[in-house]
């Protein structure tokens, strides 16, 4: 069993990012991830909010054992070859730590906002499926020509190579159908966040899919790992759970459908909510938590419920 902790990239100090990289570090979470957004996708969109890259290729240089990577890089935010050549040299950088979330982008007001074509679901998934070609043959291949209808690449050249052999994870994050036959095909992990992974049952119902479409391309769902993402409300007493739910409802999503997938409770609840996810077939869990800058909530589920689950 891993888990990870998405790292608080609404901030006005990279110092803060620092010390939570560290500290999970420190707790034995197992990754740090970063969010490929320009701007929050919740709240108010106002104030600092860094980018998914950089905190990565400076929190490579100042941690040593824990996995870090984006969760997950749109598709169509840069071109497949490039994002092969940053991927491998912070997979250089960080002495084979990478791992690499990919997917295929959904928030058009981010789009619109950044002047990048907001194209339709099936051309940015397909895109998606060429993309993650292009990527995982430059790391392995000398030279890469690949003739696609969205990407073409022409003895694109990727050195220095990746770390790890035959290449870093990739994961794929998405619960359409179409998005989850990517993953099947190509991913070493797939991830569910929001809804409907904000329920067992909503877990249950995608991973019975991906496991479904595994088999039609021959492949042993056993090979595929599957994770959750979602936020951590945990409280030591039914009081103080009440409280911390009580502070995250001002935050005004900003968009219609937003719905966060959360587990909420005492550090036994927590736990035996985190075992029905398990039991549904999740081996790794990517976590948020509220105020996770004051380290606190860190401390208490690394040292209350991480270290009962493993």
């Known amino acids: 069993m891993k888990f990870g902790c998405i790292l608080p990239q609404r901030s006005s100090d990279f110092s803060i990012i620092r010390e939570v990289a560290l500290e999970c570090e420190r707790l034995g979470f197992d990754s740090i991830w970063t969010n490929d957004h320009l701007y929050p996708y919740e709240g108010p969109v106002s104030g600092p909010f860094y980018d998914a890259w950089t905190p990565l290729c400076a929190l490579a240089t100042v941690t040593s054992k824990i996995r870090l990577g984006p969760f997950v890089l749109v598709d169509s935010f840069r071109y497949p070859s490039i994002v092969a050549k940053e991927t491998s040299a912070l997979d250089q950088v960080s002495g084979g730590r990478v791992e690499v979330g990919l997917g295929a982008g959904w928030w058009k007001e981010e789009f619109d906002a950044y002047g990048i074509p907001f194209i339709d679901a099936e051309t940015r998934i397909a895109a998606l499926r060429e993309g993650i070609q292009i990527i995982k043959k430059m790391w392995t291949e000398e030279k890469t020509t690949f003739k696609g209808k969205y990407y073409s690449v022409e003895s694109a050249y990727c050195a220095p190579k990746p770390v790890q052999k035959p290449h870093p994870p990739v994961w794929v994050g998405g619960s359409v159908p179409a998005v989850l036959k990517v993953a099947a095909e190509f991913a070493d992990g797939w991830n569910l966040a929001f809804y409907p992974s ?39 007493t039914k009081a103080d759970v009440e409280q911390k739910v009580a502070a995250l409802k001002p935050a005004v999503m900003t968009f219609e459908d937003y719905k966060i997938a959360r587990i909420i409770g005492t550090p036994d609840e927590v736990v035996a909510q985190i075992q029905s996810y398990i039991k549904e077939g999740s081996s790794y869990f990517m976590l948020r938590f509220p105020q996770v800058e004051t380290i606190e909530p860190l401390k208490s589920f690394a040292e209350q419920v991480m270290a009962r689950l493993r």
Do not use: F, H
């Open 198 to 236: 904000n329920t067992p049952a909503g877990y249950r119902k995608k991973a019975k899919a991906i496991e479904q479409y595994c088999k039609e391309v021959g492949r042993d769902p056993k090979q595929l790992r599957k994770s959750w993402m979602g936020e951590i409300v945990m409280g030591q």
